[in-house]
């Protein structure tokens, strides 16, 4: 199993900046991929941002060039920098890790952390 705790949300306004971060509670070298997602009431979850264990990066389209993922495996931690927030860019934000183990997949999933851009 896997805890994950984010944080770093908040209000900002549009073309501020905010980084979010998500501590887990084991070592995340060998989690297949860590991953942020985004969700609007009504709406559901998107994928905003996922780096696997090889490296590989992927953004949603909209936050291309202006959103950054990260992980620094020696603190068990991903970081999504956001710039250039837009208010479309207000969500909840939530952090997954998406493990393997043979031939068992699971994710899990933090609490979430609400991100509020005014315009």
């Known amino acids: 199993q896997v805890r994950l705790v984010e944080s770093g949300g908040g209000l900002v306004q549009a073309g501020g900046s905010l980084r979010l971060s998500c501590a887990a509670s084991?070592?995340?070298?060998?989690?297949?991929?860590m991953n942020w997602y985004r969700q609007v009431p009504g709406n559901q979850r998107v994928l905003v941002a996922a780096?696997?264990?090889?490296?590989?990066?992927d953004y949603l389209d909209s936050v291309k060039g202006r959103f950054t993922i990260s992980r620094d495996n020696a603190k068990n931690t991903v970081y999504l920098q956001m710039n250039s927030l837009k208010p479309e860019d207000t969500a909840v934000y939530y952090c997954n890790a998406h493990v393997v183990t043979g031939f068992r997949e699971n994710d899990y999933w933090g609490q979430g952390t609400q991100v509020t851009v005014s315009s």
């Open positions: 084991r070592s995340i070298f060998s989690i297949m991929s």
């Open positions: 780096i696997g264990s090889g490296g590989r990066i």
